[in-house]
Nanobody, 124 residues
Framework: VQLQASGGGLVQPGGSLRLSCTAS????????LGWFRQAPGQEREGISC????????YYADSVKGRFTISRDNAKNTVYLQMNSLKPEDTAVYYC??????????????????WGQGTQVTVSS
């Protein structure tokens, strides 16, 4: 299974973007899909995750209240709606899959099928 993130771009502070994570290849096998981001010189950060089974969600404190994750199982797609964007949200955003879900953290090494990522730049 390959996971491909798309929908990034350049947006002004306070603006919005919607990212999509689409699975291609074999039937999606993961229990959860998550969004990560990595800014230059920084570690990859898990920001949001959703259970593909029951829709439970997790958000990092840095995005809570501004970002919303959702899923469309029929389309094998997970979305990340990003509102009230800030310059510090600038990063390459990736999606990846995991075989479990929890609602308190995201461990990078537990996620698989990393795609190319999509660049999000928040700047005036």
């Amino acid at each position: 299974v390959q996971l491909q993130a798309s929908g990034g771009g350049l947006v002004q502070p306070g603006g919005s973007l919607r990212l999509s994570c689409t699975a291609s290849g074999a039937t999606l096998k993961y229990y959860a899909l998550g969004w990560f981001r990595q800014a230059p010189g920084q570690e990859r950060e898990g920001i949001s995750c959703i259970s593909l089974s029951d829709g439970d969600t997790y958000y990092a404190d840095s995005v809570k209240g501004r970002f919303t994750i959702s899923r469309d199982n029929a389309k094998n797609t997970v979305y990340l709606q990003m509102n009230s964007l800030k310059p510090e949200d600038t990063a390459v955003y990736y999606c990846a899959g995991a075989f479990y879900f929890n609602d308190y953290d995201m461990i990078v090494s537990d996620f698989y099928s990393w795609g190319q990522g999509t660049q999000v730049t928040v700047s005036s």
